[in-house]
């Protein structure tokens, strides 16, 4: 098929069809329905934290500025992809150009490969906070945090830099259908008529490197932390330490589960109709359980919230 594709390029795509969810109709408002809530849900929540962290003078430090930026991130994390699922479950139109299949595949990579930057922070400052308390303060100011988070973003930026060149530059002549419900790498470059072999070894290279690295940066912080929490002498200091990093350890399990699944596993043993379900989840789910879990298991944040609450209450 390829060697016939390269002769022919008469035949240029110019549009690709998403398959999206192989349901009936009525299945399809089920769908849209559910995920139109989900979504929602998780749009309010995160922008709740971002106001919640801005209003209230006592959460104007590191650990609730990078979670309101990382607020942000899910929200432009989820948005990348949702909204035109959403329309093309209720429209049918499961139509993308080629031109924005290539766009929405570059911005979920900048913002997946950013949160897992920015998740590698968030360790480090609890892992600051818990093994050198009195460092802290000096350690991580919000200037370096803002510096920290801008880093993320410009690190993910750079590194995706070469397969986001190599693949604004593949040619597609057909087949022209994901079956998928939106832009992914692997099925991306089945499509293409382009020999793709260096590109995926750039790509499996930088999956594992950004993937592999941070969750291995993440898991040697949490073993220096858990090893200075097991020292603390009182059960009282012990559970007030490990409550401050418990709700991020929960979404890192969650994150990572989902990612690796996707990302780290052959494609051949797992196909996309299977990875469908756990896109979903770390695409839409996750994203809403985030900001649940960080207010159910920070009391801080959690009464923050519900001051707000109260005055907007209040208010209205």
Sequence with gaps: MSSFCVDNRTSSVTEIILLGFSVTRDQH????????????????????????????????????????????????????????????????NPFISVTGCIIQYHFFSLCAATEHFLLVIMAYDRYVAICYPLHYGST?????????????????????????????RLYFCGPNII?????????????SCTDTFILQIIFSFLAWVIILGCLICISVSYASIISTIIRIPSNLGKRKAFST?????????????TVIFIYLTPTVTAPFHHNKAVSIFYILVTPMLNPIIYCFKNESLREAASNCMYRIKMFL
């Design 140 to 168: 991580m100011t919000l200037k370096k945090c803002a510096q920290l988070v801008f880093m993320c973003w410009l690190i993910s930026a750079v590194s995706l830099s070469a397969p986001a060149f190599s693949v604004s």
């Design 179 to 191: 079956d998928h419900f939106f832009c992914e790498f692997n099925p991306l470059l089945q499509l």
């Design 245 to 257: 990093c418990a709700s991020h350890i929960a979404v890192v399990g969650i994150f990572y589960g």
């Design 29 to 92: 408002i089920c769908l849209f329905t559910i995920f139109l809530i989900i979504y929602i849900l998780t749009i309010l929540a995160n922008v709740l934290i971002m106001i919640v962290v801005y209003c209230d003078h006592h959460l104007h430090n590191p650990m609730y500025f990078l979670l309101s930026n990382f607020a942000f991130l899910e929200i432009c994390y989820t948005s990348v992809t949702v909204p035109k699922m959403l329309s093309d479950l209720i429209a049918q």
